[in-house]
Nanobody, 123 residues
Framework: VQLQASGGGLVQAGGSLRLSCAAS????????MGWFRQAPGKEREFVAG????????HYADSVKGRFTISRDNAKNTVDLQMNSLNAEDTAVYYC?????????????????WGQGTLVTVSS
């Protein structure tokens, strides 16, 4: 599967942004999808994940209650709605795919990655 992330940009603290990831291929529903982020000088970290049907999601504690992950299997897309953004959310955001049904939060468990989209939150 090939992934293409979009939707990043500059936003003021307290604002919202929606990221989208488009996947190629006809087996999109076979993949767990995740969003990760990497801030300058920091390791890549898990943000949110969603199962194949969209009825099971999980989030990093730092974004719980502010971010929402969703997917549209008819369109082969997975989105990340980000609300109440703050400066600590500034990072390059990546979508990732993992074959199967077992949820994972470590980047090493996701073999497929998009190119990343930059989110900058100004305070």
């Amino acid at each position: 599967v090939q992934l293409q992330a979009s939707g990043g940009g500059l936003v003021q603290a307290g604002g919202s942004l929606r990221l989208s990831c488009a996947a190629s291929g006809r087996t999109f529903t076979s993949y767990l999808m995740g969003w990760f982020r990497q801030a300058p000088g920091k390791e890549r970290e898990f943000v949110a994940g969603i199962n194949w049907s969209g009825d099971s999601t999980h989030y990093a504690d730092s974004v719980k209650g502010r971010f929402t992950i969703s997917r549209d299997n008819a369109k082969n897309t997975v989105d990340l709605q980000m609300n109440s953004l703050n400066a600590e959310d500034t990072a390059v955001y990546y979508c990732a795919a993992r074959w199967g049904t077992v949820a994972a939060t470590k980047s090493i468990n996701y073999p497929h990655w998009g190119q990343g989209t930059l989110v900058t939150v100004s305070s």
